[in-house]
């Protein structure tokens, strides 16, 4: 069955350093894959998308890799500050114009001042 | 842009009774929308994808004549937890797509569900 991993124990890193998330998935041919941010007690908010044919996209600060040999998206926030904690959740879209995602557990960033 | 907005944004209700929760899209038309539910520390689980003007499509395993959904128009879709019980106490979430975006999703705030 499908399956997306990202490491759902909190990852704390100093507020100027560079955060690194991931997300790998199993059983899987994604067309395309999403970054979101979800406060608690609200709904998520999109950050970027990269399509499989793709191998990195930027904006701002965030930058997204995507590596479909190894089944795995790197989520990288820079110069992060402590606004940005947050968790951040990755989610994987197929093609065929259904436009359903399927959402993976996330991981919670604490950046510590 | 692409706001979206839920209501209401909490409801305790008691076991037996029906709780509607309205989403809608403000300044923008959604031809399509999802339905989410979230328990603690769970992710996002997509309970149908509402289509206007015609019926839902549900995933596996979710009851259409519990959760009914309804998207009457471009704008709204709402959805109605029939007989609730202690269990359906969860985080509802909506979301709507774009037209012509990158697939993104724009999420509503939530609808948190106590069912006593």
């Known amino acids: 069955s499908q399956k997306i991993e990202q490491n759902s124990e909190a990852l704390n890193i100093q507020e100027g350093k560079t955060a690194t998330l991931t997300c790998n998935y199993t059983n899987y041919s994604p067309a395309y894959l999403q970054w979101y941010r979800q406060d608690p007690g609200r709904g998520p908010v999109f950050l970027l998308l990269i399509r499989e044919n793709e191998k990195e996209k930027r904006k701002e600060r965030l930058k997204v890799t995507f590596d479909t040999t190894l089944k795995q998206s790197l989520f990288h926030i820079t110069a992060s500050q402590p606004a940005d904690s947050a968790t951040y959740l990755c989610a994987l879209g197929s093609s065929g114009g259904y436009q359903k995602v399927t959402f993976g557990i996330g991981t919670k960033l604490q950046v510590i001042p | 842009g692409a706001v979206v907005s839920q209501h209401p944004s909490w409801v305790i209700c008691k076991s037996g009774t029906s709780v509607k929760i309205e989403c809608r899209s403000l300044d923008f038309q959604a031809t399509t929308m999802f339905w989410y539910r979230q328990f603690p520390k769970q992710s996002l689980m997509l309970m149908a994808t509402?289509?206007?003007?015609?019926?839902?499509?549900?995933e596996q395993g979710v009851e259409k004549d519990k959760f009914l959904i309804n998207h009457a128009s471009l704008t709204l879709s709402t959805l109605t937890v029939t007989s609730a019980h202690p269990e359906d106490s969860s985080f509802y979430i909506c979301s709507a797509i774009l037209a012509g975006g990158l697939n993104e999703q724009f999420f509503g705030p939530g609808t948190r569900l106590t069912v006593l």
């Open positions: 509402s289509n206007e003007g015609s019926k839902a499509t549900y």
